[in-house]
């Protein structure tokens, strides 16, 4: 049984210009000590489908249409606030994207670095600390004891991020959500947070969603990866397979979109057009108008995610019936 399931998930945000479905039908589960890379552009679904798990979406004007998360036997979509209120933070932890507005300007970063451990009643005042002191020293903040009584502002904003993901890791989750946790840090602290959280599911088989738009990151750190546009999920397998057998014609533009693979002084890949409306409703494959493999039957054809392969499934009508092959 997968620690983490989540079936047909919709989010929608219900604005004055209509309804913005920006997570439709998304479903995905996680093992145990399993890193799930999620990828695609921005405005994809990646952070609001994390956000709708945890229940942090803004309502009004968000609100969760429907679908099940069942973490560990509980569904945390529509548990009592009670029960996600034991789960999260404490079993469940979230790394945020922008820690300038996640950090509260108003209290030291010992309180805030503490705080998940005093809520859930881990340990006493003076047991968090030494374990605030050993989880900066991990994310690589120098001089920790002193900077335990800082604040927010007199840090920069890699070292904001630091102080972040040394609050996710504290509680030792048996699911961690990591939103972009590495953006705003140099390539060796990268490498120094990717090996910290390595560690911690060699120890404990914690599981991680590690949401990215660097696909070279995602490549070397986790065991499978989904792929979305649009609000939904277009092409989901085990990262080699991903990589070097993508089957989907979203999947191989995204790849080709990286600098590291453009020849030296050549112009620079991008994918042709816009992402679509998602505030309208999508008629046939979500890609269609930016592919270059797309004909007039994808405008109509129903997307959904087939599995063509075991463990590899792929939404693009024409692969998944067999017409196009990749």
Do not use: W
């Not at 890193?35 to 994390?50: D, F, M, Q, R, Y």
């Not at 300038?100 to 503490?114: C, F």
């Not at 939103?179 to 060699?202: C, F, H, N, S, Y």
């Not at 030296?264 to 999508?282: N, Q, W």
């Amino acid at each position: 049984m997968p620690l983490l399931e989540v079936k047909n998930l919709k989010t929608y945000f219900h604005t004055r210009n209509g309804v913005v479905r920006a997570v439709d039908d998304v479903s995905f589960s996680i093992e145990k000590g399993e890193t799930l890379g999620i990828v695609g552009e921005s405005g994809s679904g990646k952070s609001v489908t994390a956000y709708s798990m945890m229940r942090l979406i803004p309502q009004p004007p968000g609100r969760i249409e429907g679908g099940t998360a069942s973490f560990d036997g509980t569904d945390l979509l529509n548990c009592s606030k009670e029960q996600l209120a034991a789960i999260r933070g404490r079993r469940v932890a979230m790394i945020f994207q922008d820690p300038m507005t996640s950090l509260n300007p108003y209290m030291r970063i010992e309180d805030q670095i503490i705080e998940p451990l005093l809520i859930h009643g881990m340990c006493d005042k003076a047991e968090a600390r030494r374990r605030a002191l050993e989880a900066m020293k991990n994310v690589g903040i120098p001089a920790p004891e002193t900077r335990l009584r800082s604040f927010p502002h007199e840090f920069s904003g890699g070292m904001r991020q630091r102080v972040m993901i040394a609050m996710a890791l504290i509680t030792k989750p048996d699911l961690l959500i990591a939103d972009e946790p590495t953006t705003a840090l140099d390539v060796t602290v990268q490498a120094q947070i990717l090996e910290l959280i390595k560690k911690m599911q060699r120890e404990l088989g914690t599981a991680v969603i590690f949401i990215s738009h660097d696909l070279g990151t995602v490549a070397g750190f986790c065991d499978r990866v989904m792929v979305m546009y649009a609000g939904k999920v277009m092409e989901t397998a085990k990262t080699d397979e991903i990589f070097y057998r993508p089957r989907h014609p979203y999947t191989r533009a995204l790849q080709k979109s990286r600098p590291a693979l453009q020849a030296k002084g050549a112009e620079l890949y991008t994918i042709p057009g816009m992402p679509p409306d998602v505030s309208k409703p999508i008629q046939g494959c979500a890609f269609k108008t930016r592919c270059e493999f797309a004909l007039e039957s994808c405008k109509q054809a129903p997307m959904s995610l087939v599995e063509t392969e075991p463990g590899h499934g792929t939404a693009c009508p024409r692969v998944s019936g067999g017409e196009l092959k990749l």
